[in-house]
């Protein structure tokens, strides 16, 4: 399957860890190694990478990262970065073959996750999105920043950051096919640029799962905490 990954943003909060934040080391390898890594391990064979921020960096990286894992990687500029993810996702639309799984470039994850994802029933969707039900004292969880999902019988009902109803976090890890790209256009003719806003369109008809990710390690890399996390987690990991 390809795999969509979102590098665009410049991660401003982890700066003084470095310039890029898909480069900063963990553990010996950049978060976007890590993440190329684990991708593959479950059954990715070729990258599609949306790069923004230092983009010729971030691109020259990732394709000295596939040729060590002897796959293939495209990158793709968005020359918008600074706007929503969404404006990203939508850089890469007609480059990737559905379905494809979509992920981004600073979550760290245990490709368990992708093979629970692999068997939704996406032929009933247009994407599907490995949820942690674990909401309560969950210490990987930042509550501030995490985006929250309310799902009921396997769907999607709402999703957003500043949610007061939910019952599962947003791992950042979908399984999506192209039904995902017109959701992200109408969501934008709306005013909202964000993934998540297209997540929103297709969950109004029904079209958006959630798929439990079964307590497996999944790590959202955006502030000096979560740095913090992941140098812990990933200790004596790939050099």
């Known amino acids: 399957m390809d795999a969509l990954i ?17 480069l900063i080391k963990v553990g010996g390898c950049s978060l976007i190694g890590h993440v190329m890594r684990a991708a593959t391990r479950g059954g990715v064979t070729r990258f599609v990478v949306v790069c923004g ?20 990687a495209e990158c793709v500029t968005n020359p918008d970065w600074r706007r929503g993810n969404g404006i ?19 979550h760290l994850f245990d490709p368990g996750i992708l093979s629970l994802l692999k068997k939704s029933p996406l032929h009933t969707a247009g994407v599907a999105l490995a949820v942690d039900r674990r909401i309560e004292n969950n210490p990987l969880v930042d509550l501030e920043d995490v985006t929250r999902v309310l799902e009921t019988d ?16 947003d791992t950042g890890l979908f399984c999506c096919t192209g039904d ?17 806003g297209g997540v929103r369109e297709l969950a109004g008809t029904g079209k958006a799962l959630a798929v439990d990710a079964k307590q497996l390690f999944w ?14 987690h990933m200790r004596g990991g790939p050099e």
């Open 6 to 22: 979102i590098a665009a943003g410049r991660g401003s909060r982890l700066a003084e860890a470095g310039d890029s934040k898909p």
């Open 180 to 196: 995902l790209f017109p959701a992200l256009e109408s969501s934008l003719q709306k005013g909202d640029e964000s993934l998540s």
């Open 154 to 169: 396997g769907r999607i009902r709402a999703i957003g950051k500043g949610l007061t109803c939910f019952n599962a976090f």
């Open 219 to 232: 790590l959202d890399v955006d502030d000096a905490r979560g740095l913090g996390l992941a140098r812990e």
């Open 53 to 72: 921020w230092m983009g010729e960096r971030v691109t020259e990286a990732v394709r000295n990262i596939a040729t060590d894992l002897g796959l293939v």
């Open 88 to 106: 990203s996702v939508l850089a890469a639309k007609g480059r990737v073959t559905s379905p494809f799984f979509l992920m981004m470039s600073d």
